[in-house]
DNA sequence: TTAATAATGATGGAATCCTGAATAATCATG
DNA sequence: CATGATTATTCAGGATTCCATCATTATTAA
């Protein structure tokens, strides 16, 4: 959202201020004029003037009115969330999840489809396939209407949406997402590595909210980060940021071997339950594992000095054995401990971030100068 | 200089207008009315409206006609970069630099007076007065004339200007620079870290004037770093980013070491010219040297994937000895290894990082909505 | 039915921008 | 030294947009 504010002719200010005004009717509930003209700044009669500009391309429609208040009855607009459709996916090595929202993100149908790390790249493109058309059936939403699409996978992604490299997936590697994806819908397609998308969902929906500087860990059967930088999804030169995982002294390689060695007991398959359950060696296993992602957690936190260190993936359902230990290493390491929080997102928070990229460019689109003509033009 | 673009009333739209005006005319030289409106994109009517008003306002100045071309000789204006000065401090172990400029951050006078390390804070703080007193003896300015002050000092700075840790100069923790320097000045005084502020003067006048992302290793008696993340200088949340020194594993206190081992034989006391003339054991010395410095910057390069790697400090004189082996640890570690370059500021850099911060502050004062009223309120 | 309340609609004024034509200043040339 | 070419400046007119104000309209409460 941080653009130069550039002036120009009175056409342009009546832009920005169309642009205030969706700003504001976005998100939020639907709002009468007088409400809309005190939120925006703008008069009433100017404020009426863009809502009626707006109306007639199709980026808001009158709601209902509400009754019951004293006087005449104020009519009231929302914005068009229903106009266009956008499609969150996220391929995982256990599931590939998609997610169908409208234009505020509100999320309309979810579709599930179960995985396997050894399935071949061919396999789990099929897989992809029938999540997303399970997805728009389920919403009863033609391809269409797709007006963007966020993908999440592991590993690097280039800038063309190809995945350079997957430790977690060697059959991954190479494969062409964006151009697979593309084929199955309209819209730009957008990919981005799982990690980082995560981190984004936090900054959006989940415990990061408020914060500004956000370190996001990826704990679960891989080891991740994403980072938000002022507020924004720090990519990285060579859209690299964040694999200290690479860094041999960091053993984030290593680190689920300590979890991999624990035997299950008879009839505990969970390390997780079975530490619950008072096993020691259970115990002593997460401890570790904690203990070495914990040192390229402190090299994150060390370089950025953010507010809040996120835990999600598989193991933050877990948090209660991690989290403690987490913060003892952080602040025996750092100069200054961050806050340390669990992701509450269950394991949607990837897919809500892919989500969360799509949204981004369609809202890129609203806001850019001499666009904002109508919603259809997505679809030219 | 990212606001959020929020529209408004037509004065608001002048305000925008005026704005862009001022940046155009800043640090450039100056300009035709029609040269003017070309660059903006507004029409040679408004920019003449606008032009008048700055005028008035004291923002702008008419320059002397440039004689010799055909037709009608235009009028031409310029920023008063004159209207007022900022200062910009380096408080270091061994020196302290004051450096004095105009609003275009043009050097008028430079003062240097040499410190030690041993010496107490008010010995040193002493020496501070005396080089800012001198520079603007040196460049005739009158502390009134001063709008901003920026100051570099070792160590973690807080939000009040006051030094909260310094290793390498113990007696100046708990220091109130701000407030010292505040009774030496008109005008607000910012203080920073001074391996922050070598980065940010990399990114304005050094070699990183066209990275958007660039990791700033300050290389001398003390090791430190500042990060540029999207063209904006990085604090981190208390104000720690960039301290992965303090990190064990990564060895930026034990680095040194390495140098001071070394026994300089008779005749030289440097053991970078030692390492030129062929002494084997420099050369081996200033290889441990550097390969410790990489682990840490190997991690804030994995953690960032920056563009580049700018190596400054005191060391960077020998850059011919560090970047080869610097480049190859790098290489070795990373998946993605950036451009690594020196700094070409000289020991200028921390004075002009201070005084960059200072022309910041102004700058945003200009920038700020319904501000712009005239160079005097600086002095209210 | 009337009063109170709050939204809508219409009018006029002010600020700002743009276009285009008239005027002014300089250089080159006969 | 006058004239034309060239480019800047100045001025006037028209258009857009915003704001303030007031009359009108729709609804609830009494």
Same mark, same amino acid.
């Given at each position: 959202?941080?653009?130069?504010?550039?002036?120009?002719?009175?056409?342009?200010?009546?832009?920005?201020?169309?642009?205030?005004?969706?700003?504001?009717?976005?998100?939020?509930?639907?709002?009468?004029?007088?409400?809309?003209?005190?939120?925006?700044?703008?008069?009433?009669?100017?404020?009426?003037?863009?809502?009626?500009?707006?109306?007639?391309?199709?980026?808001?429609?009158?709601?209902?009115?509400?009754?019951?208040?004293?006087?005449?009855?104020?009519?009231?607009?929302?914005?068009? %969330?229903? &106009?266009?459709?956008?499609? !969150? @996916?996220?391929?995982?090595?256990?599931? /590939?999840?998609? +997610? =169908?929202?409208? $234009?505020?993100?509100?999320?309309?149908?979810?579709?599930?489809?179960?995985?396997?790390?050894?399935?071949?790249?061919?396999?789990?493109?099929?897989?992809?396939?029938?999540?997303?058309?399970?997805?728009?059936?389920?919403?009863?939403?033609?391809?269409?209407?797709?007006?963007?699409?966020?993908?999440?996978?592991?590993?690097?992604?280039?800038?063309?949406?190809?995945?350079?490299?997957?430790?977690?997936?060697?059959?991954?590697?190479?494969?062409?997402?964006?151009?697979?994806?593309?084929?199955?819908?309209?819209?730009?397609?957008?990919?981005?590595?799982?990690?980082?998308?995560? %981190?984004? &969902?936090?900054?959006?929906? !989940? @415990?990061?909210?408020?914060?500004?500087? /956000?370190?996001? +860990? =990826?704990?679960? $059967?891989?080891?991740?980060?994403?980072?938000?930088?002022?507020?924004?999804?720090?990519?990285?030169?060579?859209?690299?940021?964040?694999?200290?995982?690479?860094?041999?002294?960091?053993?984030?390689?290593?680190?689920?071997?300590?979890?991999?060695?624990?035997?299950?007991?008879?009839?505990?398959?969970?390390?997780?339950?079975?530490?619950?359950?008072?096993?020691?060696?259970?115990?002593?296993?997460?401890?570790?594992?904690?203990?070495?992602?914990?040192?390229?957690?402190?090299?994150?936190?060390?370089?950025?000095?953010?507010?809040?260190?996120?835990?999600?993936?598989?193991?933050?359902?877990? &948090?209660?054995?991690?989290? !403690?230990?987490?913060?003892?290493?952080?602040?025996?390491?750092?100069?200054?401990?961050?806050?340390?929080?669990?992701?509450?997102?269950?394991?949607?928070?990837?897919?809500?971030?892919?989500?969360?990229?799509?949204?981004?460019?369609?809202?890129?689109?609203?806001?850019?100068?001499?666009?904002?003509?109508?919603?259809?033009?997505?679809?030219?």
């Amino acid at each position: 959202m941080t653009e130069e504010l550039s002036g120009g002719d009175l056409h342009r200010l009546r832009q920005l201020n169309a642009l205030t005004v969706m700003r504001t009717l976005r998100g939020g509930s639907a709002l009468t004029l007088t409400e809309l003209a005190q939120r925006t700044g703008l008069s009433r009669a100017s404020t009426e003037d863009v809502v009626r500009d707006l109306l007639e391309r199709g980026w808001v429609a009158e709601a209902e009115l509400k009754v019951g208040t004293v006087g005449r009855p104020a009519r009231r607009y929302r914005f068009r %969330a229903d &106009a266009g459709r956008v499609l !969150g @996916v996220d391929i995982g090595g256990h599931k /590939v999840l998609a +997610l =169908l929202s409208d $234009l505020d993100g509100e999320v309309l149908h979810s579709e599930r489809v179960g995985v396997d790390p050894s399935m071949g790249r061919m396999e789990r493109l099929a897989a992809v396939d029938r999540a997303i058309a399970g997805a728009l059936a389920g919403a009863g939403v033609s391809t269409a209407d797709v007006w963007a699409t966020g993908v999440a996978t592991t590993g690097l992604v280039d800038g063309t949406g190809r995945v350079m490299l997957s430790e977690a997936l060697p059959e991954w590697t190479g494969v062409d997402v964006a151009g697979h994806v593309s084929r199955r819908v309209s819209g730009p397609v957008l990919v981005e590595n799982d990690s980082k998308l995560a %981190a984004l &969902a936090e900054s959006w929906r !989940g @415990v990061a909210r408020y914060a500004k500087d /956000v370190v996001f +860990l =990826l704990a679960g $059967l891989r080891t991740g980060a994403g980072l938000i930088i002022d507020g924004k999804l720090h990519r990285g030169f060579g859209n690299a940021a964040g694999e200290i995982g690479a860094l041999p002294q960091v053993g984030w390689i290593r680190a689920q071997e300590h979890l991999k060695a624990w035997t299950p007991g008879p009839g505990v398959t969970n390390i997780f339950q079975a530490a619950r359950d008072g096993d020691r060696k259970a115990v002593a296993a997460i401890r570790r594992y904690v203990k070495d992602i914990a040192v390229g957690a402190s090299a994150l936190v060390l370089t950025l000095d953010p507010e809040l260190v996120v835990v999600g993936g598989g193991f933050s359902r877990s &948090a209660d054995l991690i989290l !403690g230990t987490l913060r003892a290493e952080l602040d025996r390491r750092c100069i200054r401990t961050p806050e340390v929080r669990a992701s509450a997102l269950a394991d949607e928070g990837v897919a809500l971030g892919a989500l969360r990229l799509a949204l981004d460019h369609v809202d890129a689109a609203l806001n850019r100068p001499g666009e904002l003509a109508a919603p259809s033009s997505f679809l030219a």
